[in-house]
């Protein structure tokens, strides 16, 4: 029943910023952190951070420290994850994550592709 809905795919040129929505359903939203993963073509899972909805509490991978935003707004239930200054590297699928007492939950995945 726990489910996690994504917004569709993003096109953007480099320099320009995306948000990218994910609407949680099925659950208490303010239970659980969600935590923000993309993938690179041919590349592994990459963690850009998580943020706890009961009090917008981020923590950012270091890496991603200076161009990405979280915020949860507890009125839609949704999680965002905005990323600024857009490099063609940036081109990725990216997903938002939870996990529950019942286990872990992935979105469907929002493909981000940076290019000009």
């Known amino acids: 029943e726990v489910q996690l809905v994504q917004s569709g795919a993003e096109l953007r040129n480099p320099g320009a910023s995306v948000k990218v929505s994910c609407k949680a359903l099925g659950y208490i939203f303010t239970s659980y952190y969600i935590d923000w993963v993309r993938q690179a073509p041919g590349q592994g899972l990459e963690w850009m951070g998580r943020?706890?909805?009961?009090?917008?509490?981020?923590k950012y991978a270091r890496n991603f420290q200076d161009r990405v935003t979280f915020a949860a707004d507890t009125s839609t239930n949704t999680a965002y994850v905005e990323l600024t200054s857009l490099r063609i590297e940036d081109t990725a699928v990216c997903y938002c994550?939870?996990?529950?007492?019942?286990?872990?939950?992935w979105g469907q995945g929002t493909q981000v592709t940076v290019s000009v």
């Open positions: 943020i706890d909805p009961e009090n917008n509490g981020t």
């Open positions: 994550a939870t996990r529950s007492n019942s286990g872990d939950c």
